[in-house]
């Protein structure tokens, strides 16, 4: 698996790009406090569940990394991919390899379009193909949200009501 890289400008010689290896803590950009670094989080929430057989993942994400669309590209299809490895092993083969992932495309309806990565992040949601499944991302499909707007979201976004988990 490849290191997912951000190209950034360098503040004294903009002309030169600089490439960021190591992984931005979104959660301390955004002020969060508490337990919630990547591993934290992995830890707690998702590798407890390692070992119980799963049909596959339905995942709503992506509105706190509408910054960083290049690294979401990268990052997204990874994860996928480690996840559907541990949940195989974890379960001694009884989770499919490749299990069906399920994602919701961001919504923009009650974001203003100016001023937002949003499209640029849907995008990303895809690897850059624009559409699932794809290459990069087998055995993905994606809930289209663009009209279902949820105004009690932080994110003026959908909410996992769209998949019916409620």
Request: net charge neutral; charged share 20%.
């Amino acid at each position: 698996m490849g290191v997912c890289r951000k190209k950034i400008r360098e503040q004294n010689n903009p002309s030169r790009l600089l490439y960021m290896s190591k992984p931005m803590n979104i959660w301390e950009r955004m002020g969060v406090e508490g337990p919630s670094g990547e591993s934290i989080l992995w830890n707690a929430m998702i590798h407890p569940l390692l070992n119980f057989t799963i049909k596959g993942v339905l995942w709503h994400q992506g509105e706190a990394n509408a910054a960083e669309s290049d690294r979401y590209a990268c990052l997204f299809p990874a994860m996928i991919n480690d996840w559907r490895r541990k949940w195989y092993e974890g379960t001694g083969g009884n989770t499919e390899v490749a299990f069906p992932f399920g994602f919701v495309q961001l919504c923009t309806s009650n974001v203003p379009f100016i001023n937002t990565n949003y499209p640029l992040i849907r995008r990303a949601q895809t690897a850059g193909y624009g559409y699932v499944p794809n290459p990069k991302m087998e055995n993905v499909f994606m809930s289209v949200s663009l009209d279902l707007p949820d105004p009690s979201s932080p994110y003026d976004a959908v909410a996992s009501d769209h998949f019916g988990l409620y």
